[in-house]
């Protein structure tokens, strides 16, 4: 991967994994904003005060990524939009493979990226949107205690358990655009099947690795 996917996956991730803890019965009646909003401070703050978290506790970390983290993440919609036009062509078992891989790779992501929270802030912007939209955006920004701040934009969608997020843009640039031309290069090589698995041996690998060091990779 190129530096700055890295980036874009890395930030990304630390973002998605200080914004999406909420109750269930909350996240389904509760604004997009106020829901981002609210739960981010209290996420970074409780990461920073869990010693075992930052020092890589794989049981604890995949714990909380599985329970708290990906129910707020559409991870269908993200693979299917990175998929892009390669999604129609597959066959329903193919699309339940691919989805799993990549809701697997993304679990790894953020497991990694939780134990790399230390100073970090988020400012949201003001939000702009018709009570009538079913698919919005949130903008921030992470405040860094050393560097520029990072442009953090998040895209949610509304469905019937409330709002997720399916997309976010890091620097410029939205993750699943990142992951889109990758997909789009391997399958035009090996087809989805060929996706499927890389993406199976990619997770093989970062199974065998600390977490510490999978937000690095």
Known sequence: M???????????????????????????????????????????????????????????????????????VDSDKMTAQAAGRFWRQATPAQQKQLAEEFRTLLVYTYAGAL??????????KPFRADPAD???????????????????????????????????????????ETYKSTFASEIGKNGIDGLIKKLHDRNEQLANKPLTKTAQK
């Open 2 to 72: 190129k530096p700055i996917a890295k980036l874009i996956v890395t930030a990304a991730a630390v973002a998605m994994s200080t914004a999406v803890l909420v109750a269930p019965a909350r996240a389904a009646v509760e604004a997009p904003d106020a829901l981002v909003k609210r739960v981010s401070t209290d996420v970074i703050d409780s990461v920073k005060a869990d010693k075992d978290i930052q020092a890589g506790n794989t049981h604890k970390i995949m714990d909380l990524v599985n329970s708290k983290i990906l129910p707020y």
């Open 115 to 124: 134990s790399q929270i230390k100073n970090e802030t988020i400012e949201f």
């Open 134 to 176: 079913t698919e919005v955006e949130v903008k921030s920004q992470v405040n860094l205690t050393r560097g520029e701040p990072i442009t953090l934009n998040y895209r949610l969608s509304k469905g019937p358990q409330g709002w997720k997020i399916f997309d976010l843009n890091v620097l410029g640039a939205w993750l699943v």
